[in-house]
């Protein structure tokens, strides 16, 4: 896949995206996001990150924890996703402490060492380069800063595995169909399995210059939460 194919994928699911989301997931997907910007460590005043915001939900639960005297930025590279994300801000109040970027994330339009904490929801699954990505996402944090990522995941449990691709061959797929993005949603099984595992992600995140790295499964290892520190 090259980055505009992918692009495309986002651009074209956007007027469907948030509801299908919470309708597949059973609305589960709001619990993952949570937890993800839990572990991001952020905390009110905190210069906050979200990589591959799409509508948003991880930008809107950052800014929550870091509060008015905090700021996220919100950097996707879908216009139509990003427009989505601008006009759910606008039924925000008080006003979120949110600027959307529209960019390519494997390069970044910051400084070096410019971010308290980062989140990244579904992306790294979808990005070109993981190692570049994260190499980026490490140039970016200051030292001793956290990032949590959350992704889809195989779980090693092949009971599991069955009921997850089974979840995705006859729920995901048809539901999408239905809503006339078949194709995007078909997308999702074939990247996931090109996907690392939880273990490889660790390793990859080491290779770029990350000192602690852990891979915390959710949902019996059908989606994970990778965190990175920076030292
Ligand atoms: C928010 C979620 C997925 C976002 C997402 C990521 C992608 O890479 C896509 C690629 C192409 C099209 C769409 C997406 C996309 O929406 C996660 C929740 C939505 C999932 C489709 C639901 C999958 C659920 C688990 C496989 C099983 C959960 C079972 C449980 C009983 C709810
Ligand atoms: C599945 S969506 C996730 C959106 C949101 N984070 C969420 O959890 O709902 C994946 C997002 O990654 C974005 N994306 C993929 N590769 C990217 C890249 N290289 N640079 C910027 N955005 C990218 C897509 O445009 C899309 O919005």
Redesign the pocket.
């Known amino acids: 896949m090259t980055?505009n194919e992918?692009?495309t994928i986002?651009?074209r699911i956007a007027p469907v995206?948030d509801r299908l989301?919470d309708w597949l997931s059973l609305g589960q997907?709001r619990i993952w996001?949570e937890m993800t910007v839990k572990w991001s460590g952020a905390k009110p005043g905190d210069t906050s990150l979200?990589?591959?915001?799409?509508?948003?939900?991880?930008s809107f639960v950052l800014a929550r924890r870091v509060g008015l005297t905090g700021q996220v930025f919100g950097?996707?590279?879908?216009p139509q996703?990003l427009e989505v994300a601008k006009s759910r801000t606008q039924s925000q109040y008080p006003r979120s402490p949110i600027t959307w970027i529209e960019?390519?994330?494997?390069n970044l339009p910051f400084d070096d060492d410019r971010f308290d904490a980062a989140t990244?929801?579904?992306?790294l699954r979808?990005?070109?380069s993981i190692p570049q990505?994260l190499k980026e996402l490490h140039r970016v944090l200051k030292k001793g800063a956290r990032a949590a990522i959350?992704d889809f995941h195989r779980p090693s449990n092949p009971q599991m595995r069955v009921f997850q691709q089974w979840y995705l061959d006859n729920l995901v797929v048809p539901i999408a169909s239905h809503m006339g993005v078949k194709e995007e949603y078909a997308y999702i099984s074939p990247s996931l399995e090109r996907f690392p595992t939880g273990v490889e992600q660790v390793e990859i995140g080491r290779q770029v210059g990350f000192t602690s790295v852990t891979h915390y499964p959710l949902m019996n290892g059908m989606m994970g939460v990778l965190v990175l520190t920076k030292f």
């Open positions: 980055n992918v692009k986002f651009d995206y989301n997907h996001k979200d990589l591959c915001c799409g509508s948003g939900d991880l950097v996707d590279f879908s996703l960019a390519d994330i494997l990244m929801g579904y992306g979808n990005v070109t990505s959350l």
